[in-house]
């Protein structure tokens, strides 16, 4: 069946620019995940969703960063007034439910280039 | 905050050689513990995780690990590395319990690579 997929795999942007960065997670799944991977480094998480809870925002790095997520499917990564240090691969993953046991399927990513 | 170290950035083997990745993590709770791999031009993927009971889990492709709760480790092992293993390892952790529920926070990677 269909993996998570992200759009678009690469994105090339001014500083100053906004990009939306989209995610359609594997059918029923209720939980989507966000992380950043900035070179050379782990990935960092961003943004949880869990069915119909408030999502946990805890991991957003500033207020220029956002996401939301309609029902349980399509999700959107916004990045407003992007900075050089924007520049990462952003990983989208889903899962069957946001609790214990259950393993995170990753999509490809979004490369963000910000010049 | 939990935070994950893995020791070795890169790594490199010639096949049939046997390969152990060092894996760290600080968080005083109970944690459930993964291995992700990245073969070059893919996704992230599963390679093993441990949840409860028998602390020497099994994954795919030949790859195990075993969880020490006393040293706070999950290292990576394989007997035998072949070409095909190239790629790169991520060892991850998430929170058993707590707010922080489904969130995996990941160490930095290794790059294994396997000359034939």
């Known amino acids: 069946g269909a993996g998570v997929s992200q759009s678009p795999s690469n994105k090339v942007t001014e500083k100053g620019k906004d990009v939306e960065l989209r995610c359609d997670p594997i059918?029923?799944?209720?939980?989507l995940y966000w992380y950043r991977q900035r070179l050379g480094q782990g990935l960092e998480f961003l943004i949880y969703?869990?069915?119909?809870?408030?999502?946990?925002k805890s991991g957003l790095p500033s207020d220029r960063f956002s996401a939301e997520r309609t029902g349980e499917s399509v999700s959107t990564l916004t990045i407003q007034r992007t900075q050089q240090e924007d520049s990462a691969v952003y990983l989208c993953?889903?899962?069957?439910?946001?609790?214990?046991?259950?393993?995170?399927?990753f999509g490809p990513g979004t490369r963000l280039t910000v010049l | 905050a939990q935070s994950v170290s893995q020791h070795n950035h890169h790594v490199i083997l010639s096949e049939a050689a046997s390969l152990e990745l060092g894996c760290n993590y600080s968080?005083?709770?109970?944690?459930?513990l993964f291995w992700y791999v990245q073969y070059p031009g893919q996704h992230l993927q599963l390679l093993l995780k441990?949840?409860?009971?028998?602390?020497l889990v099994k994954g795919i492709k030949g790859f195990e690990a075993e969880f020490i709760k006393s040293k706070f480790s999950f290292n990576l092992r394989k007997p035998s590395v072949q070409w095909s293993d190239t790629a790169e390892y991520f060892c991850?952790?998430?929170?058993?319990?707590?707010?922080?529920?489904?969130?995996?926070?990941f160490g930095r990677g290794t790059q294994l690579t396997v000359w034939p």
């Open positions: 059918s029923g799944h209720t939980a």
């Open positions: 991850a952790v998430n929170a058993a319990r707590g707010s922080t529920l489904g969130r995996l926070y």
């Open positions: 441990y949840f409860s009971g028998d602390p």
């Open positions: 993953a889903s899962s069957l439910a946001g609790e214990l046991y259950n393993e995170q399927f």
């Open positions: 969703f869990q069915g119909n809870s408030a999502p946990d």
């Open positions: 968080y005083g709770g109970t944690v459930n």
